[in-house]
């Protein structure tokens, strides 16, 4: 087995994992910022919801001319203003999904280029501080995957949203926040645990 | 005339001008303040409607509990308290509403003031002036936007002092709400009165052009 290759696997895995650690913390952020934009999404939809439920000609505003409309209007104006929003933190997202992706399929190609001279014991050996190239891949893989996913299930979730239909968009940060994958996140934060010693050697 | 007709050098415009421009950083003031009392009352109205929740489901619960461990004492103490910070907010949104009606007065003084400025110019260089007082603004200009913006705040305090009057006493939960996002989003306030106002702002020079 060349050493050479294996310094060199090494040395682009550490820095895959480096990405993966500084975009993680900043996805983590980004996906916070959005809970309080989704919860005013929500709002928004009940507030829709009460203003068609309630006939105003029957109400103490019957006297103000189409109030009904300028109000549905206002709200409406707030929602595609809520929606613009998380379309920038969707495309922040992506951004650093792709990043991410980036770096995993540089590691992956690197590995199957000089799949001649990386032997099988080779790559699944391990040591107390360094973990076997096989299980780095694998997880790396699992992280990709993982934000790859979740970033097409809440893009997804956003896009079904329609303005007839008020109950999908009150419903919204519910199941919003069901995306959460935490065993998904649980294994990002394992995998990086156990590369700490790794990332620290020279 | 000697008025100066240079907009944006402070200090050096008197007249028509000077009163048209102080009238239009007085309308940015006056909106601003306006848009922070909305807050506040936004939030005072939030608070009543949740109150009024809370009221009812607590008399609610005082006939399930009837003859249960709950001694009525507390229940009435309860209602008592609630009742208390219930008019507390009403006060408090009471007083909102005033300042609103006082910030409404001003503008009417504002629009009544700019009709005098125009009908003194009537009289004074007759139909029309020869130039305008600041970039391109006839002075009637000044009264139509004025007139518009008032129009809708004046329409907006009317809306504001019926949600006050009727907010405490609407069991209709969807209706409450109604009347919360009417106050937050002001129906009646468009968008066009943000771009009479930036205009208004750019034609007397207090925004660069």
Excluded at chain 1, 123 to 133: D, E, L, M, N
Excluded at chain 2, 161 to 179: C, F, G, P, R, W
Aim: aromatic content about 6%; glycine content about 4%.
């Amino acid at each position: 087995m060349s050493s050479a290759v294996l310094l060199s696997l090494h040395q682009q895995l550490k820095k895959c994992f480096e990405t993966l650690i500084a975009n993680k913390s900043v996805w983590d952020s980004e996906l916070a910022e959005c809970k309080p934009l989704m919860s005013s999404l929500g709002n928004l939809a009940v507030q829709l919801k009460a203003l068609k439920n309630v006939q105003i000609a029957n109400t103490p505003l019957a006297n103000f001319p189409s109030l009904q409309e300028r109000l549905h209007y206002k709200l409406s104006l707030a929602v595609d203003a809520v929606l613009g929003k998380l379309a920038e933190k969707m495309d922040a997202l992506q951004r650093l999904r792709d990043a991410i992706s980036q770096q995993v399929s540089a590691v992956f190609q690197f590995y199957e280029k000089n799949t001649d001279t990386l032997d099988i014991a080779g790559c699944v050996s391990r040591s107390a501080i360094c973990p076997s190239i096989s299980d780095m891949l694998e997880w790396l893989q699992d992280a990709d995957r993982c934000y790859r996913l979740q970033l097409v299930q809440r893009r997804n979730l956003l896009q079904a949203l329609i303005p007839s239909d008020l109950t999908l968009m009150e419903t919204a940060p519910k199941r919003w926040e069901s995306l959460h994958s935490a065993s998904g996140e649980e294994r990002i934060a394992d995998a990086l645990c156990q590369v700490s010693f790794f990332m620290e050697t020279e | 005339m000697s008025e100066s007709t240079t907009p944006g050098k402070k200090g050096n415009l008197t007249g028509s001008a000077r009163k048209l421009k102080d009238d239009a950083a007085d309308w940015h003031n006056l909106i601003q303040k306006w848009e922070r009392l909305n807050d506040e009352g936004s939030t005072i109205a939030t608070k009543i409607v949740n109150l009024g929740m809370s009221k009812k489901s607590d008399t609610e619960a005082d006939v399930v509990m009837e003859g249960g461990s709950v001694k009525a004492g507390d229940i009435s103490d309860n209602l008592k308290r609630s009742n208390q910070e219930l008019e507390e907010e009403c006060v408090k949104l009471q007083d909102v509403v005033d300042k609103m009606a006082n910030i409404l007065s001003k503008m009417e003084k504002m629009v009544q003031a700019e009709r005098g400025i125009c009908e003194l110019e009537a009289f004074q260089c007759g139909e029309k002036r020869a130039a305008p007082l600041f970039h391109t603004w006839s002075t009637q200009q000044f009264v139509e936007v004025s007139s518009k913006l008032y129009e809708s705040y004046k329409q907006e305090l009317a809306l504001k002092k019926t949600i006050l009057q009727e907010l405490a006493h609407t069991a209709n939960a969807d209706l409450s709400m109604v009347y919360l996002s009417s106050w937050l989003y002001q129906p009646y306030i468009e968008d066009s009165g943000k771009l009479l106002l930036e205009s208004l702002l750019l034609e007397t020079g207090h925004r660069p052009l």
